[in-house]
């Protein structure tokens, strides 16, 4: 499975932005879709999930401000980010996960969060 980032960007406190993962290749064993950020100097963390039911999971900081989804396909999943700040300034990781097979990682895509 190779996975394409897309959408990061420069965006202003209280801006929106919505990146974009697209897989290609097999995704049957694809369980769980999610996206994780790395701050400089700190560890690549889970920012949001989707199971394969449908199920989300959601980081304490973005709670509330953004939101995971997927097309009907499964073959890409969106993260629907708003009322950014510069706490969210990250590179954003997409991540399909196989229980059976391990993880995939997207390349990465850069998010600034500044005025």
């Known amino acids: 499975v190779q996975l394409m980032e897309s959408g990061g960007g420069l965006v202003q406190p209280g801006g929106s932005l919505r990146l974009s993962c697209k897989a290609s290749?097999?995704?049957?064993?694809?369980?769980?879709r999610g996206w994780y950020r790395q701050a400089p100097g700190k560890q690549r963390e889970l920012v949001a999930s989707i199971a394969a039911a449908g199920s989300t999971v959601y980081a304490d900081p973005v709670k509330g401000r953004f939101t995971i989804s997927r097309d009907s396909d499964r073959n890409t999943v969106y993260l629907q980010m708003n009322s950014l700040t510069p706490e969210d300034t990250a590179i954003y990781y997409c991540?399909?996960?196989?229980?059976?097979?391990?993880?995939?990682w997207g390349q990465g895509t850069q998010v600034t969060v500044s005025s």
């Open positions: 991540n399909f996960k196989s229980y059976a097979f391990g993880d995939h």
């Open positions: 290749g097999s995704i049957l064993s694809i369980n769980v």
